[in-house]
């Protein structure tokens, strides 16, 4: 049986986490976990084989200095090794580190799927998101390499090297489309003062009579609205052979940033039922303010709880608004079992280092958490902000991501919202999308 010896006694949790993970959850090999005592570095040891790995995110000797990122070179360590596209692999190296130095494969796994630099003091945008310019990933232009997984194939290597055989065993590759609803309608909700001055705007303002048609046929027939596309997002679903995860809302908790509206409408009561009835999935989008506020998640999550006939059991948060451990740890309180927020708006890419779905460490209380985290790595808003839609070079980022996942394993998880079908040439770029991706 392999034996693990940490660096240190101090980081004991979170060296029983990462090991769990990476071998236990990832490599599926029995292990046994000892207390070491050389704080720079880990000793893998199997009979007569033995490694040592470096050691730099835990520092043993300094403790408190846990989240000062000051401690860590902003560039990482380049290695020999390199992965399947040829690239050198990269790690974490301490800002004042030997030239000889083993790198921090376990730390640097750790780094990346725990969310580490939301919990440190880093810069963040108007929506207090973590901005991906600010990151290691992105500094080092990483964001589209699967870190963490090229640094698991670099541990088997290692190990094999000294004789020590754990076979890899990637996880099977899947395309997971999701839906976050953050209004199923653009016009047909709207309150009937408010429906006179848009169509007012339409005919005097704009002197658009088609648009204004538009608008009084999507109050008469919710299926005319160009928000609520979610049959053509079935249909293209179903010709690409795989279900999606449709995320709605319990309530709202901003005026500017949540649109309300009511799950018990006639049309959402029928789109529930036959989104149902057609295997997908229902989801949880708690609101803008529910991030890191007990009472609005709750209560929305209830609400939506009552609304689904079948379990809700995962979702993502509005506006990818992630307050790192308090975020994950309000997600397992009330029993959801898979969260799917980890990414970055303006920036696709594996932000975790992985497609793989993984246990989740709260950074906070020091503990595993029995949440799971599913990476999201393309989105609509993003892709589009990245290129053109239905360029080559849009094609072009996706498939370099997808060609990843296949390599890896994991889920090609992709973000489309029903709002962002309603031109003609997003919604071909989303079916050509999708189904490049199926083939």
Known sequence: MLQIFTPGHFFHPEYVYICATVFGDFLDTPYELHTGTDCSSWILRQGAAKIRLGNCLFPETAPETFFQLSRLAP????????????????????????????????????????????????????????????????????????????LLEELV???????????????????????????????????????????????????????????LLSRLDAARDPYFSFATICDTLAECGIKGNFY??????????????????????????????QGHQIGFHPSYHSSDNEEIFFRELQCLRHWSPEPVCEGRQHYLRFKGSATWRMWEKYGLICDSSLAYSHALG???????????????????????????????????????????????????????VCHYGGSMTVLWHNSSLSAPEKFRHFTELLSQLCR
């Open 75 to 150: 560039n990482g360590k380049t290695l020999e090794a390199k992965n399947f596209r040829g690239h050198p692999l990269m790690t974490l190296q301490a800002a004042e580190e030997d030239a000889n130095a083993l790198p921090d494969l376990l730390g640097t796994i750790f780094f990346l799927l725990t969310a580490f630099e939301d919990a440190c003091n880093l810069p963040r945008d108007e929506h207090d998101r973590l901005l991906p310019e600010q990151t290691w990933l992105y500094r080092n232009s990483l964001l589209f390499r699967a870190v963490a997984d090229e």
């Open 157 to 215: 290597h290692r190990l094999a090297s000294v004789g020590i055989t754990i076979p890899i065993r990637n996880p099977s590759h899947a395309v997971v489309y999701s839906c976050d609803v953050d209004t199923p309608f653009h016009w047909h909700h709207l309150s009937p003062r408010r429906f006179v001055r848009v169509v007012a705007g339409a005919l005097l303002k704009r002197r658009n009579i088609s648009e204004a048609a538009r608008m």
């Open 248 to 277: 709605f809302m319990g309530g709202a908790s901003s005026l500017k940033y949540d649109t309300p509206y009511d799950l018990n409408s006639p049309p959402l009561q029928r789109l529930r039922d036959n989104l149902l009835q």
């Open 350 to 404: 594996f932000r975790c280092g992985t497609a793989r779905k993984f246990g989740v460490y709260d950074l906070e209380q020091r503990r595993s958490l029995s949440l799971k985290e599913q990476p999201l790595l393309c989105m609509d808003g993003t892709l589009i902000e990245a290129a053109p839609p239905l360029s080559e070079d849009a094609f072009a980022l996706t498939r370099q991501l997808h060609e990843t």
